[in-house]
């Protein structure tokens, strides 16, 4: 897939290098590409710099891993989104998200052109993105939206970034839910003093 990366934090930069491994062609979209200096990140394979809306017009599938105060601002500057694929990343925690609504999907999809726009990669830890592997198993992602393309997109994505599986929780109406199994792991790790090496595995039997 062509894939660009809004937001070369720690998420979109674990992903990054996660799906430039795999031959994924990885289009980094930031404020100023001169300026850009994340070494790690540009000996990557199959990785180049784009100012953000270059690196949206070069790619069919779009990460955002931005501050979730920073939503509408960032989503604004996509250019045209249409017949692309949003992957929201992000969460609002503690009230800080963009104003006026619940989660960030909602501020994107009232704020771009597609409706491909599903929630993925926000339920964990960026250091579970570098490595998902717990002894001999491996961690599962999650993924909700109306769109079977986009979450078609995750589920393949999901996998090749070295997750087990990736299950569907189901449409729009669970964005809220996404943020708040977010908030779930955020508490464990942190609050409760868990640390940051948790995660989390879909069971069967």
Request: hydrophobic share 40%; aromatic share 8%.
């Amino acid at each position: 897939m062509k894939i660009a990366i809004v937001g070369t934090g720690h998420v979109g930069g674990a992903l990054a290098a996660r799906w430039a491994a795999k031959g994924h062609e990885v289009n980094l979209g930031v404020r100023n590409v001169s300026g850009f200096t994340d070494a790690e990140l540009l000996s990557q394979p199959n990785t180049k710099v784009y100012t953000i809306e270059e690196a949206v017009r070069h790619s069919d599938v779009i990460l955002l891993a931005t501050p979730a105060t920073a939503n509408v601002e960032v989503v604004k500057s996509l250019g045209n989104t249409t017949g692309k694929i949003i992957i929201d990343a992000m969460n609002i925690v503690r009230g800080r998200g963009p104003e006026g609504y619940k989660h960030t999907t909602d501020a994107i999809l009232e704020n771009t052109q597609t409706r491909d726009v599903v929630k993925c990669f926000n339920t964990t830890g960026f250091n579970n993105m570098r490595n998902p592997k717990y002894g001999d198993l491996f961690l599962d992602m999650f993924v909700a939206g109306d769109s079977e393309k986009g979450k078609q997109a995750a589920i393949a994505l999901a996998r090749d970034a070295g997750f087990a599986d990736c299950y569907s929780i189901g449409g729009n109406d669970k964005f809220e839910l996404m943020e708040q199994f977010a908030l779930f792991w955020i508490n464990l790790a942190m609050f409760q003093g868990q640390g940051r090496e948790i995660g989390f595995k879909l069971l069967k039997r």
